[in-house]
């Protein structure tokens, strides 16, 4: 068990996923052909590891902002709703109005950040459950959407905004730089300053934190401000994808795929530690293990059941009594 403990708690956290992922590539590399075909046309890279990442993309800029949510202890289940209002709004100011693009990417994050106060003010400041909290703006959040588009789906041409998830950098889709950028800035400021610690302190006993002089209530206020704010950056990334805001649709069940993939990557559901890295991993397998099964013609209304099955399989490998097991086993078979 000593060598156990030698073990970095944010690595040991990333193995799971990695390795999940490791078997879904080995299972592609013998049973999907042509599943690593990829090719350069007019400057980017086309082929189905590029359309993963892309896709995997917009759940892994909202797995970053449920990351210091459930690090808290709490959890957001507004965040489709909320990719569907900063759509919403995005989408109505370019077709609508003259506004600069900038204004425009201000107003949508604007928006998620409003969504994200609201939401931090119910569980902050009224102590109310968190999971009650955000229910309340998941069904009253595309009632908002309709009502800024009017109960239309909003089309539009606008070339910056068009461009923000269907243009390339690098060869790579933009949205997946979006992504790896907001994991590693967020990751530098948690580590680098107090604010990571502060984040898991709350998470591992808000109580204690209080008595020991932490304004717990401001630490979850500025986390689920923040996740507001991720979720209207997937909103924009969503809506310039398919060139439209879709106040029904948007962000349909994204706020599943996200905690799923922070709980895949490590971070547990009763808060404290956390690990970003690990949710990014997470969003990739989630999207890897949907596309394998769309392409060995798994139809859209059975995927749902065996996804279930393999990310149950890596929670289940994740739980303490599992690993300390694994960890017995391993020392036995060394010894």
Excluded at 42 to 59: C, E, M, Q, Y
Excluded at 126 to 148: E, K, S
Aim: hydrophobic share 55%; with cysteine.
């Amino acid at each position: 068990m000593a060598s156990a403990r030698r073990i970095n708690p944010a690595i040991a956290a990333l193995a799971w996923p990695l390795a999940a992922l490791a078997l879904l590539v080995l299972f592609n590399v013998v049973f999907t052909p042509g599943f690593f075909s990829v090719e350069l046309r007019d400057g980017r890279l086309f082929g189905t590891p590029i359309d993963i990442l892309n896709h995997a993309s917009k759940v892994a800029i909202v797995a970053v902002g449920m990351t210091i949510v459930i690090a808290t202890g709490g959890v957001d289940l507004s965040v489709g709703a909320v990719v569907a209002i900063a759509g919403a709004a995005a989408a109505m100011l370019v077709t609508r109005t003259q506004t600069p693009f900038p204004l425009v990417i201000l107003a949508a994050l604007g928006a998620g950040g409003v969504a994200g106060l609201c939401n931090g003010l119910l569980v902050s400041r009224l102590r109310l459950q968190p999971i009650v909290a955000t229910l309340v703006l998941m069904v009253a959040g595309r009632g908002v959407a309709q009502l800024i588009t009017d109960g239309l789906i909003i089309t539009f041409e606008h070339r910056a905004l068009s461009s923000l998830a269907n243009a390339a950098f690098a060869f790579l889709p933009i949205p997946a730089w979006i992504a790896i950028a907001l994991a590693l800035a967020t990751g530098l400021f948690a580590r680098r300053t107090a604010a990571g610690m502060f984040v898991e302190a709350v998470g591992d006993n808000d109580r204690a934190c209080r008595y020991a002089g932490v304004n717990d209530r401001a630490v979850k206020l500025a986390a689920y401000a923040f996740c507001g704010v991720c979720a209207g950056l997937a909103g924009l990334v969503e809506c310039s994808y398919i060139k439209a805001a879709d106040a029904n649709n948007a962000g349909l069940f994204l706020e599943l795929d996200a905690i799923l993939a922070v709980v895949i990557g490590g971070t547990s559901l009763s808060g404290g530690r956390f690990s970003l890295a690990g949710s990014l991993a997470g969003a990739v397998l989630i999207q890897s293990l949907t596309k394998t099964l769309y392409m060995h013609d798994v139809s859209a209304d059975v995927a749902p059941l065996p996804k279930a099955v393999a990310v149950l399989a890596v929670c289940v490998l994740q739980s303490p009594r599992v690993k300390d097991r694994i960890a017995a086993l391993f020392n036995r078979g060394r010894a």
